[in-house]
């Protein structure tokens, strides 16, 4: 359910709420008989949000803001469990983890600077927790964060783009992005921990007259930031989080073949 009121030509109000829910069932490549044989409930969840919209400046600035919640009920999780006493490397198992709470801030914004050049954005506060979530071995989660919810991420874009004498476009673009520390499990565990990290990207494009073609040369992390994509608890092995790709620059052509 969606309420909008329009303030005036350039400023739109916005409420919502919604109500969902995904399946219950058993784990798809289980690896031991009791994690086969084992159910999930369903998850449920009712999102509110509350916003505004707005074309400010005479259209040079554009700005969205968004608040939100929403509730769980029997959220699902991804779990590590010991498929033995002391086993090392135990066995991934979804479970339910009865009440979580996700809510925040999102802003967007869109600045027309004049003489070609544009920066934009987007920043995201968020405060995902547990609610309730008591393992079966006594272990609290109460408080801890969701998993892969950082509290703090953003994104700052500058651009320039011009005409050249011959009738061409340069375009410059520059990307910044930034995350705060995100948790693997809903333990918190130091070892399963995505450290919070910032990467930068670069793009330099050239495109023909009537746009028949275009070069572009780019760099990806172009300071070489180290940082992970994905881990989990695995401490006797070590850390054996997915890494990032390194820095990666190159060259990109597109030609149009179209009438």
Known sequence: V??????NDAIMGYASYASGFKSGGYAGTASTEISARTPFDQEEADAFEVGLKGDLLDDRLRLN????????????????KEAFPGDPLGIVVTENAADATSQGVEVEFTAVLGGGFQISGNYAYLDATYDEYLEPNGIDNAGNRLRNAPENAYTLVGSYETELGNGGM?????????????????REEASAAIPDYSLSNLNLMYTSPGGQYQVSGWVRNMFDEEYLLHNFPLAPFGYPGTIGMPRMYGATVTVNFGG
């Open 2 to 7: 969606v309420l909008n009121y329009r303030f």
């Open 65 to 80: 803001v968004a608040v939100f919640s929403t509730d769980y009920t029997d959220l699902q999780v991804l779990v590590r």
């Open 170 to 186: 340069f375009n410059a673009r520059y990307e910044y992005i930034y995350s705060d520390e995100r948790f693997q499990d809903p």
